[in-house]
């Protein structure tokens, strides 16, 4: 039996977290098109006739401007040492950068096995491709190469079966119905947090976080009240989230109530709060309370 740890890393918006999802088959990371969604590393177990892989997602690389985004790749680069195989994952619609060539130079140390997923293919002409991963091959001894695409599945199995290939032998590390290491409360905020990254668009940047104050005990007709609070930057961004006569919040609730129903599989009452925290995301405490990791011992 092969067993261990896959680990998907590369640029904020490459498309890890859809891809750990689509395999997984249960959404586990939270996905939206601001960069940066991802700030914790994920983990999805999954098993297969030939054995258990243990995927873990993480936050983008990028250059960091708040302590948030320190830990964040830290995380990412942590991520990249101590796993069995690592999938960098790279969005081929776009053009590559210094990010894209920072990562790949940090491949140069590692002994891991990489394979290289040209991610949202569906998205590019064909006769992009080749020359896509001619370029790739003479950056770095990638042992796969693969076009795929997480959004519409295309050799998403492919890709399994390879993770399956250079795993090394062993016996599971995690039971047979273990989905994934996230606390519910932690799943609770984050399905919160990707309402109000979706319904808010573009006017809000991407600096929100999502508090879960209190999750009561079922009341006698089985529902659950959760208490939560949006952190915003500023004074400025709270009428973004509450919206005309409180329209926008209500929509942010009504969206997220039916997903975290879904999730808990029980009726919820849900109680929103806004507020202001101006630099939430230079602050440790806040931080840990949030659940971003600082550097993985
Ligand atoms: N067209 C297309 N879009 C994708 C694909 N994979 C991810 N996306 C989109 O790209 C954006 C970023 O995806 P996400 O998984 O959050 O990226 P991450 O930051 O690497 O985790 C989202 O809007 C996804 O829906 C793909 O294969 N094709
Ligand atoms: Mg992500």
């Known amino acids: 039996m092969k067993s261990g740890f896959v680990s998907f890393v590369g640029r904020p918006n490459a498309g890890k977290s859809t891809l750990l999802n689509r395999i997984v088959g249960h959404k586990l990371a939270i996905v939206s098109d601001k960069p940066q969604t991802t700030r914790t590393r994920v983990l999805g177990v999954k098993n297969y006739e030939e054995g258990q892989v243990v995927f873990v997602d993480t936050p983008g690389v990028h250059r960091p401007t708040h302590r948030m985004n320190v830990r964040m790749v830290d995380v990412a680069l942590e991520a990249m040492r101590e796993v069995d195989v690592l999938a960098l994952v790279v969005d081929a619609s776009v053009k590559a950068g210094p990010g894209d060539r920072f990562l790949v130079a940090r491949l140069k140390d590692l002994k891991t096995p990489v394979v290289l997923v040209l991610n949202k293919v569906d998205l590019i002409a064909k006769n992009r491709l080749l020359p896509l991963i001619e370029s790739y091959r003479r950056a770095h001894a990638f042992v796969e190469i693969v076009p795929a695409s997480a959004a519409d599945g295309t050799n998403v199995e492919v890709l399994e079966t390879l993770f399956l290939k250079y795993l090394p032998e062993g016996v599971p590390l995690y039971p047979a119905d273990y989905v994934t290491d996230q606390p519910e409360r932690f799943m609770i ?32 007709s089985g529902t659950v009240r959760l208490y939560c609070t949006i952190l915003v930057d500023r004074e400025s961004q709270k009428p973004i989230v509450v919206g005309r006569a409180g329209s926008m919040i209500k929509a942010i609730g009504t969206a997220a109530r039916v997903e975290i129903e879904r999730y808990l599989e029980t009726r919820i009452y849900l109680d929103l709060h806004v507020k202001v925290t101006s630099e939430w995301r230079d602050n440790d405490r806040l931080l840990d309370e949030l659940g971003v990791q600082n550097r993985q011992r």
């Not at 808010?200 to 209190?214: G, I, K, N, Q, W």
């Open 189 to 220: 905020g984050e399905i919160l947090r990707e309402q109000v990254l979706q319904l808010t668009h573009d006017e809000l940047p991407f600096s929100t976080a999502v508090l879960v104050d209190r999750i009561e005990a079922p009341d006698e």
